[in-house]
């Protein structure tokens, strides 16, 4: 009875659970999951026994997610669900703004699992050609199209055993999105040019920076292919909303930024001078941890001295902040308004955007910002002042 409560409250009728007991009088039940309302009722009687057996117990410390630094409530929340969740073979999906750790969780998840020992392996949905997906997910036969040369394992075979992350899902288009749900409901997958199937054994850990269920609303995405891999959601805060966290993290990555650097000839370690840190921690960082990392390495590359100052750190932080949170389009005009800096302003910060969310892939940055190649974008790179 106590898990048909958890099911109904968790799906159709979102409520609070109360526990009562003799030991511990009346309390709020706190159960570890996001349930999705639809998935299939197999899959749903399993989840049910495990939930009823391990609901009340805490999971086992888990030494994987370490690396993870918070201090704010929501994170530590997230993390005991992340661990518990860990443990279980159900699919995991991450949603999160860009950099904000959907990644790491992803990782994190694999090492706590009991696949740890078997492959981890990374696909980013967004930056493969629609063309390819299909070949590089499920591989193909020699021959079965043109440049097919060799027979190729596909992404699903390379992580038999362990743990599929399909980075950016809500970027598969359609035609892929009907194979994996296919593959994921059988589990099993057919290379292209192949008339047999044959069995995987993988767990989809799956990450997106946009809200699947209004993907599905605007026809984008599947909704049944969303319900098979939605079984347990992680929603990760932007940082501006983990109160608490972003002092530990300045601390931790500049610790990183200096131990990437060590190697360098004439590198000295840096430090954050007051002003500096003042700088950093009242920044609303809508690029997340990523953007932070990054606006770090660009102080310290910046500055001169063993201290970075709250020059060197106004100079590495990107003009986006400043140019998003005002309205665009309300600006007063006059006094000092002027079009042409403010466009150049708009570009400076959108590209330096898509070269950080592409790890520098200039090919993907220009699809990023919709430019039509990589020489395009040097070019604007190079016009705008980004470095590339
Ligand atoms: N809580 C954290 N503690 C320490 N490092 C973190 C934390 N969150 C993120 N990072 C670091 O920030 C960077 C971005 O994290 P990650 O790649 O996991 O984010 P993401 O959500 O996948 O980003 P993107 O949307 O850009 O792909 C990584 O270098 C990661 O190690
Ligand atoms: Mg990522």
């Not at 990054?294 to 709250?310: E, G, K, M, Q, V």
Request: charged share 30%.
């Amino acid at each position: 009875m106590a898990a048909v409560w958890i099911l109904l409250g968790k799906t159709r009728f979102p409520a609070e659970l109360i526990e009562s007991s003799k030991d511990h009088g009346v309390r709020t039940a706190s159960v570890p999951f996001d349930i999705s309302a639809d998935f299939i009722p197999d899959l749903l009687r399993e989840q049910d026994e495990r939930l009823r057996q391990t609901s009340a117990a805490e999971p086992p410390e888990a030494p994987e997610f370490a690396d993870i630094i918070h201090r704010s409530r929501v994170m530590a929340r997230l993390i005991q669900r992340a661990r518990r969740v860990a443990i279980r073979n159900v699919p995991v999906l991450i949603e999160g703004e860009s950099g904000t750790g959907k990644e790491m969780f992803a990782r994190a998840i694999h090492r706590a699992s009991t696949r740890r020992e078997r492959p981890f392996v990374a696909v980013n949905c967004g930056a493969i050609p629609g063309e390819l997906i299909e070949s590089e997910l499920f591989g193909h036969e020699k021959g079965a199209f043109t440049d097919a040369k060799q027979p190729r394992k596909g992404y699903f075979e390379a992580a038999d055993g362990g743990t599929l992350f399909l980075d950016e899902l809500g970027e598969l288009p359609g035609p892929a999105q009907v194979k994996l749900l296919r593959a994921v409901q059988e589990g099993e997958v057919v290379r292209l040019g192949a008339t047999r199937p044959f069995k995987v054994d993988v767990r989809i850990v799956a990450a997106t920076h946009r809200t699947l269920t209004e993907e599905i609303a605007a026809g984008r995405f599947r909704e049944d292919l969303f319900y098979r891999l939605a079984v347990a959601v992680l929603k990760i805060p932007p940082l501006r909303e983990r109160t608490g966290d972003l002092g530990g993290l300045v601390d931790h990555l500049l610790d990183q930024v200096n131990r990437e650097a060590a190697a360098e000839p004439g590198y000295r370690e840096k430090r954050l001078s007051a002003g500096a840190r003042n700088l950093l921690v009242a920044h609303m960082w809508p690029g997340n941890v990523r953007e932070l990392l990054n606006t770090l390495r660009r102080a310290a590359i910046w500055s001169d001295s063993a201290a970075i100052s709250s020059e060197d750190v106004r100079e590495a932080l990107l003009p986006v902040a400043a140019v998003v949170r005002q309205d665009l389009l309300a600006k007063p005009l006059g006094g000092g308004f002027n079009l042409p800096e403010l466009l150049k302003d708009v570009a400076r910060s959108y590209l330096q955007r898509a070269m950080d969310e592409a790890h520098g892939n200039k090919t993907r940055a220009a699809e990023l910002v919709g430019l039509p190649s990589y020489q395009t974008l040097s070019n604007w790179l190079a016009k705008y002042e980004v470095q590339g």
